[in-house]
């Protein structure tokens, strides 16, 4: 009771603004609920270059896989479609979360296949955050998370830059990220 004239208006706010979203209260109040429905306001379905392990935009694209498509064939690059039933990723915090599963960390067993030298990005494997671009990401219980995980986190929030082994990549991801406490 109440949600119509607070919760919901905020809410909306903090979407258009597109500003991160810390939906604070107790057990049962419908903060996971809330962000779940939040993928009903995405469109419909998005483009992506077809392939594409971080939904890259063929308008945009960040990662190099996608670059390198774009460079190589051009307005016949082949596109898929997502729909925004895809577009919604959500981790519980708890002890057993790490680095390498939020953000990624090098594959040698691609490194290997493919013949590249770890300093090589096509040996990376982006962890969920990366993937769930151009999504929405929930993470629940946020205070749960390691220090270390939480200050990764922070550094994709303020900064949009994410490390991976020495691997320091701009990547301008665009996820709308919501927390609950």
Same mark, same amino acid.
């Given at each position: ?100 599963? %939020? ?5 040698? *067993?691609?490194?290997?296949? +493919?013949? !590249? &030298?770890?300093?090589?990005?096509? =040996? ?32 994709? %929030? ?5 490390? *991976?082994?020495?691997?320091? +990549?701009? !990547? &301008?991801?665009?996820?709308?990220? =919501?927390?609950?406490?």
């Amino acid at each position: 009771m109440g949600y119509e004239d607070s919760v919901i208006p905020d809410t909306e706010r903090a979407l258009l603004s597109r500003h991160n979203i810390l939906f604070l209260g107790l057990r049962g109040q419908a903060k996971t609920r809330i962000a779940r429905n939040m993928i009903e306001l995405l469109d419909e379905y998005m483009p992506i270059v077809k392939g594409s392990e971080i939904n890259d935009s063929p308008f945009r694209p960040i990662s190099k896989y996608a670059k390198d498509i774009l460079d190589e064939l051009g307005d016949k690059t082949p596109i898929a479609w997502v729909h925004r039933s895809q577009r919604f990723f959500e981790k519980l915090a708890t002890p057993d979360v790490n680095v390498s599963d %939020l953000i990624g960390d090098i594959d040698p *067993i691609k490194a290997a296949t +493919l013949k !590249l &030298p770890y300093s090589d990005e096509r =040996v990376l494997h982006y962890g969920m955050i990366p993937r769930a671009n151009r999504s929405i990401f929930v993470i629940n219980e946020l205070p749960d998370l390691q220090a270390r995980i939480q200050v990764s986190l922070f550094n994709i %929030l303020q900064e949009g830059d994410i490390q *991976i082994r020495g691997f320091k +990549l701009r !990547l &301008p991801l665009d996820i709308q990220f =919501v927390f609950t406490r």
